[in-house]
T-cell receptor, first 113, second 110 residues
């Protein structure tokens, strides 16, 4: 089954404790991206990757890191989480950016206390 | 001006009604457009693509107006299960990202 898998689905952590949210897709997609979704603000792109070893900042990259060492995986790293990073996070993948469907993971609800 | 703008709603309509909402985009050279549906606290999923000639899928009709730079979604004979947030997506040319609107919340009441 074609899918994007995120883990964990739910996470409560403390300020400053490094964490990684994993994202994996099995569709051989080149394009992957991370979004955060907050009430009233919609989906905001954090980082994206056009292919292996190619990553770039989205609209709200501060406080986040990513890596793309393999085509299927695109982890999101919070080196020192802060309460303002409490949000619902989605990973997405697609064949490209133009004219292709984006597939989303089920989301990770992160709470930083 | 935002790249993609949607009326956040909520639109609250009775079951069986017809409802329509628009999404405006700022880049006139944008080339592909989509509508996604997102249920509460779940991931967005593709509802339908929007072609230049329009697109109809059952009760749903999507249209593109390039002159005025907006896309629209029309839902006929609305069902309770249509209650969701509808996100428009615009892909500008040679862009490295997919741009999502902030969503329009639709609530269908019995």
């Amino acid at each position: 089954e074609a899918q994007v898998t995120q883990n964990p689905r739910y996470l409560i952590t403390v300020t400053g404790k490094k964490l990684t949210v994993t994202c994996s897709q099995n569709m051989n997609h080149e394009y992957m991206s991370w979004y955060r979704q907050d009430p009233g603000l919609g989906l905001r792109q954090i980082y994206y990757s056009m292919n292996v070893e190619v990553t770039d900042k989205g609209d709200v990259p501060e406080g986040y890191k990513v890596s793309r060492k393999e085509k299927r995986n695109f982890p999101l790293i919070l080196e020192s989480p802060s309460p303002n990073q409490t949000s619902l996070y989605f990973c997405a993948s697609s064949l490209g950016t133009g004219g292709t469907e984006a597939f989303f993971g089920q989301g990770t609800r992160l709470t930083v206390v | 001006r935002k790249e993609v703008e949607q009326d956040p709603g909520p639109f609250n309509v009775p079951e069986g009604a017809t409802v329509a909402f628009n999404c405006t985009y700022s880049n006139s050279a944008s080339q592909s457009f989509f509508w996604y549906r997102q249920d509460c606290r779940k991931e967005p999923k593709l509802l339908m693509s929007v072609y230049s000639s329009g697109n109809e899928d059952g009760r749903f009709t999507a249209q593109l107006n390039r002159a005025s730079q907006y896309i629209s979604l029309l839902i006929r004979d609305s069902k309770l299960s249509d209650s969701a947030t509808y996100l428009c997506v615009v892909n500008p040319p040679s862009a490295s990202k997919i741009i999502f609107g902030s969503g329009t919340r639709l609530s269908i009441r019995p």
